[in-house]
């Protein structure tokens, strides 16, 4: 079975320019987790979702970002205008609600650079 | 706030040794304690996971050791080998409305297995 697919896997763009991740996740999963990874701060939850409604946006650093789960197989993470400190390894997860110990499977990440 | 601190940052074992990483958490409402493994240009994977309601768990050549009222857990990796240098994330979780589905992780330790 395919795994939690997310494109692009590298994109490198200008400051102030949009930028747009996409994720399928998990066939049958109903959680979506959007992750950020750096040196400096190490892996971030930025928002996750519940049968494609936002639980907990609290992650989210600022305006500039915004996600969406229009359906249950798609997802996407938005950023409007893109800044150099939001270079990162973007990751998408899902999982699916169990009594105890969701195991949440990511994607390959997404690489950004903004220069 | 850290709530799951992660030492060591990095860490360099001879092949066939034992190599051990260590996890402290400030939430008492934490119940679920998971271990992932991440390999350059890929996504975390669940490597193993604990409740506290035990005090060790293991599986294959890699062992969970829990201390609830320290509030500490360790991974152990026994007889480490070379395919098992990756960077390894401690997180943890408590029970919400949802499930266990929102990780806190730690800082990740680099882990390098020499010959």
């Known amino acids: 079975d395919a795994g939690v697919i997310q494109s692009p896997r590298h994109e490198v763009t200008e400051m102030g320019q949009e930028v747009t991740l996409r994720c399928k996740p998990i066939s049958g999963h109903d959680y979506l987790f959007w992750y950020r990874q750096t040196m400096m701060r190490g892996l971030e939850l930025l928002i996750y979702f519940n049968n494609n409604v936002p639980i907990d946006d609290s992650g989210m650093p600022e305006d500039r970002f915004s996600a969406k789960m229009p359906n249950a197989s798609f997802s996407t993470l938005k950023i409007q205008p893109s800044e150099p400190r939001d270079s990162a390894v973007y990751f998408c997860?899902?999982?699916?609600?169990?009594?105890?110990?969701?195991?949440?499977?990511f994607g390959e990440g997404s690489w950004l650079t903004v220069v | 706030q850290q709530q799951v601190k992660q030492s060591p940052q990095s860490l360099i074992v001879q092949k066939g040794g034992i190599s051990i990483i260590n996890c402290a958490y400030e939430?008492?409402?934490?119940?679920?304690f998971p271990w992932y493994q991440q390999f350059p240009g890929k996504g975390p994977a669940l490597l193993i996971a604990?409740?506290?309601?035990?005090s060790e768990k293991k599986e294959g050549r890699f062992t969970i050791s829990f201390n609830k009222s320290a509030k500490q857990f360790s991974l152990h990796i026994m007889d480490s080998q070379p395919g098992d240098s990756a960077t390894y994330f401690c997180a943890a979780s408590r029970p919400s409305n949802f499930g266990n589905e929102k990780l806190t992780f730690g800082t990740g330790t680099r882990l390098t297995i020499i010959p």
């Open positions: 604990i409740r506290p309601d035990v």
């Open positions: 997860a899902s999982s699916f609600l169990r009594a105890w110990g969701n195991t949440i499977y």
């Open positions: 939430n008492t409402a934490f119940d679920y």
